[in-house]
């Protein structure tokens, strides 16, 4: 488990400094209220990246796919909980064990409140990002206007590759026009 634990709190971690744009987990932090539906608010690209971090390396040990059944059912459950809109004041086993208290935190606005592991904090307190104030954070989701429609959202990670590909070729088309009127001037 400890594991999973630092692949899933690096594979956060590197994924939220990135562009939200640029990677499909962004849609995940795009719920602006959280609630227990938000758990499952994906990407379809994400959710397989992230169910072949978790269950894939469990399966290659020869883990039962029964064992895996359980444990992928254990973690939507779990998803669920730690997503919800409730504050469950657990004292200091919250530095054991994950809480909505603290995974609100990472879907903060600012990308890199932390809390980015999920099933326990611990990772977070031996990487430094573990972080529990004493009140919610002032607003969910990320900061550029997302369109919130079920094709929006999936299209969402692609659209700015989309876009910068586009303003580079628009780019290079007018520095070559640009080339081409100052030969013919000076030619």
Known sequence: MS???T???ARHSTRQ???TRQNTHA????AEHLDWLAAHREHPVDSLYTTALVNLPLFLTGIPISTLAYFAA???LWAIFIHSNVR???GPIRLLIGAPELHHWHHDRDRFAGNYANLSP???LIFGTYRCPDHEPSSFGIEEPVQQSYIGLLWYPFRRRLTDRCSATQKNG???RLNQLTEQRSG
């Open 74 to 76: 254990f973690r939507g």
């Open 88 to 90: 469950l004041p657990i």
């Open 17 to 19: 400094a990135g562009d």
């Open 174 to 176: 007018t520095e070559n």
């Open 3 to 5: 594991f999973l634990g």
């Open 7 to 9: 692949r899933i709190q």
């Open 27 to 30: 849609v995940h932090h795009t």
């Open 122 to 124: 611990i990772m977070d």
